[in-house]
């Protein structure tokens, strides 16, 4: 393992590993032996499809012939990134917080696929509820009712299998209802009115018109959206990619608009606030994590054959709870920044642009010189990490005697 890298909960891997391993026996089962070779051309083909060959995206990925790189290597890589979001969202969100103490949680993954959304919320499930029970004096087994929407039936079948296993090694009952249709479908907005927490990784963007030099969401996807965002705690994820990104952005500040008669939503997590997002600026700009978690040693072999050497989880996201008319925006402190850019080495110094409390976009920086372990975060810091910056510099820069810590957890509203 890498020292900078994120080791998750113990509770949280073996879920991921129960469900890899689930894969790789049915691979040793089918041909004899796992072949990688085979395995990692698929990885290529469907990266190729996430990322250059967009167009073709939403017509060839629920596609069999995928199923073998989804289940063999994108489920265990991506349900870390849904730990990482549901880790902080909770820091942030008593709405979030509280889902893994209900003796029932009722979840709606939409564009489900073969299930690395769901089986990374039972793995964050998992360690948040062996903390809490660490602090309990009984522990009650929870019941988990999973009802997903998923357009590929192959893939709508394998996610049955994967939320299965990953249930059991998150010691969860588990009541599973897949649906292979589309999630735009008239019964979603009543069962996301159902839910505790409505989940939707990498779909949404197969929803989107390309063609923008600053890609957005059409007016009907936006509307659906908002329908989720007032029913339950909402998360997304999407690939951090310019286009993709930049059309989560501008849903993110549609969600918050305070034009409209009422908001849909209050953001939890990644923003510090409510405010038009400031990155939006500057059409080349995109907000997005670039987190090091360490993998699993399948995914690490897997990512040296097909030559994926940082290793950096990168995804974007947002976590929303529906706004309630009456409560406090925000509890964040005015000295907290989210960190949005990696280090942009200049000599003798370290300079990076953060996105402050107040909605504005600030460059800091901090001599070599200046710099002391108490400030050492902000060269330290992933990129979209928040922390507090004690006392905040009116001038941008980071002195001697200022404390650069990480955010500590926060309730909303
Ligand atoms: C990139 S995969 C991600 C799957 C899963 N959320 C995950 O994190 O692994 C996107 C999935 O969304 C599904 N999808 C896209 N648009 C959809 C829609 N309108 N309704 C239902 N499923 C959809 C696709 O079939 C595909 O399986």
């Excluded at 979030?96 to 003796?103: K, M, T, V």
């Excluded at 059309?247 to 923003?271: E, G, I, K, N, Y």
């Excluded at 290793?311 to 309630?324: E, I, K, N, S």
């Excluded at 992933?382 to 820069?397: F, H, I, K, Q, S």
Aim: glycine residues 4%; aromatic residues 4%; neutral net charge.
């Amino acid at each position: 393992m890498n020292a900078s890298q994120q080791v998750l909960p113990a509770a949280t891997r073996s879920v991921i590993l129960a469900v890899e391993e689930l894969y790789r026996s049915a691979d040793q089962t089918t041909t004899g032996a796992t072949d990688d070779a085979a395995l990692a051309r698929a990885i290529i083909r469907l990266s190729d499809l996430y990322t250059s060959e967009r167009r073709s995206l939403s017509r060839e990925q629920a596609d069999e012939d995928h199923l073998i790189a989804k289940c063999g290597y994108f489920l265990a890589s991506d349900a870390p990134k849904v730990v990482l979001a549901l880790q902080e969202a909770a820091a942030r969100s008593t709405s979030f917080a509280q889902l893994s103490r209900l003796d029932c949680v009722r979840v709606l993954d939409l564009g489900a696929g073969v299930g690395a959304t769901s089986c990374g919320f039972l793995a964050w499930l998992a360690a948040a509820r062996s903390q809490a029970h660490a602090n309990a004096t009984q522990d009650r087994r929870m019941r988990v009712e999973l009802h997903a929407f998923e357009l590929g039936a192959p893939a709508a079948r394998a996610y049955e299998q994967s939320v299965r296993v990953a249930a059991e090694a998150a010691n969860v009952d588990v009541e599973v209802h897949v649906e292979a249709r589309d999630f735009r479908h008239k019964s979603v907005p009543a069962l996301a009115q159902a839910s505790d927490v409505i989940l939707c990784q990498t779909a949404l963007n197969e929803l989107l018109v390309e063609d923008h030099v600053d890609p957005r969401h059409l007016p009907a996807t936006v509307d659906m959206v908002a329908q989720w965002a007032r029913a339950a705690p909402l998360l997304l994820i999407e690939p951090a990619l310019r286009s993709t990104t930049r059309a989560l952005m501008a849903l993110r500040d549609a969600l918050v608009a305070h034009s409209a008669a009422q908001p849909a939503a209050t953001v939890v997590a990644p923003c510090l606030h409510q405010h038009a997002c400031p990155m939006r600026a500057k059409v080349d700009d995109w907000c997005h994590e670039a987190r090091r978690v360490e993998p699993t040693p399948r995914v690490a072999a897997l990512d040296r054959i097909v030559g994926r050497r940082d290793g950096r989880a990168l995804f974007a996201y947002l976590a929303t709870v529906p706004f309630r008319k009456g409560a406090p925006n925000s509890v964040v402190p005015e000295s907290a920044i989210r960190i949005v850019t990696d280090t942009l080495g200049s000599r003798g110094k370290t300079e990076r642009v953060v996105c402050r409390a107040d909605g504005e976009l600030r460059l800091m920086r901090l001599l070599d010189r200046e710099s002391r372990p108490e400030n050492a975060l902000f060269v330290e810091g992933e990129r979209g990490m928040a922390v507090t910056v004690n006392p905040m510099p009116a001038n941008d820069r980071i002195g001697p005697e200022v404390v650069v810590a990480p955010l500590a957890p926060i309730g909303e509203g």
